[in-house]
């Protein structure tokens, strides 16, 4: 039988067609249009000649961001807190999604999941607000308790070496939630009868889980351990630059806030886009090389 031709497809499927188009149209907008100004980074680039008559000078802002004493710095300060955030961020969502399909109590597990989903809905505005409040040195909750313990307050945001703790702990209390939602969705995926067949064999809720649901979603672990691993290099933008301030460069200085710097406050904006575009390629080295490994190991990959 023939193929149905590609005119009578789209109008079979035209009514998914306009829900992707929105979709579609943003990522062209602000995804690939903005792409052909990475040609910048070779330029130059002045904002009142334009494309066509700033002059080219090759690999020279990437030189030039490597001579930077500051580079090594704050190359640094994003691979340690990408590695934080995937070490300890990656596996909190798999665990709460683990512990709510243990709960039996319906509106507990409702409860539970609303509650710990709501963070992700509050903007970084609010969150580095809260952290503000909570962290004061003078009126801070967190201060008040150490010092009825009788230790002495802690100026949490002034002193560098909490940077890193506090930025990991408030992304896996916005995100565990809503990361455990894919979780969930792949668990209520596995076949009942599997785990009837280990309750039979004999197997309590631990080795259930160990032997039957971690394998279940084990697809869906990898996948998203690839796509984290590719954006381990992109920390936000928006909390470091709320929470971080010159006391805290040492540690909380990152890629992102620097090209904000340097490209907006500064307007270099060649230098700026070369350090953006290096970085994006390591990031799609670090996506291609796991995905890689993952196919050697296993069947699951991204492609």
Known sequence: MNSPSILKQLKRDRAFI?????????????????????VISFMDYNLFKGLGGSEWVGLKYY???????????????TVLLGLY??????????????????????????????????????SNVVVASMLLLLLSPSTGWVNRIIEWFGFPAISFLQEAEWFRTIYVLSEIWQQVGWGSILYLAAITTIDPQLYEAAR???????????HVTLPGIAATIVILLILQIGGMLEVGFEKVFLLYN????????????????????QGSFSYAT????????????????????SRRLGENSLW
């Open 18 to 38: 306009l829900m992707f188009a929105p979709v579609l149209l943003y990522f062209i907008m602000f995804k690939y249009v903005p792409m052909f100004g990475i």
């Open 200 to 210: 039979m064999d004999g197997a309590g809720r631990w080795k259930q889980t160990l």
């Open 85 to 122: 955030k995937l070490l300890f961020g990656f596996p909190a969502p798999i665990i709460l999604a683990l512990l709510l399909n243990e709960l039996r109590n319906a509106v507990y597990k409702r409860l539970v999941q609303t509650v710990s989903y709501l963070p992700h809905f509050l």
């Open 274 to 293: 070369a350090i953006d575009l290096f970085m994006g390629v390591i990031g799609f080295l670090l996506v291609y090389t796991t995905n890689k490994i």
């Open 246 to 265: 010159p006391a805290t460069y040492d540690t909380a200085d990152v890629i992102a806030t620097y090209v904000y710097r340097v490209g907006i406050l």
């Open 63 to 77: 030189q030039q961001f490597f001579d930077n004493r500051d580079a090594l710095v704050i190359i640094k300060n």
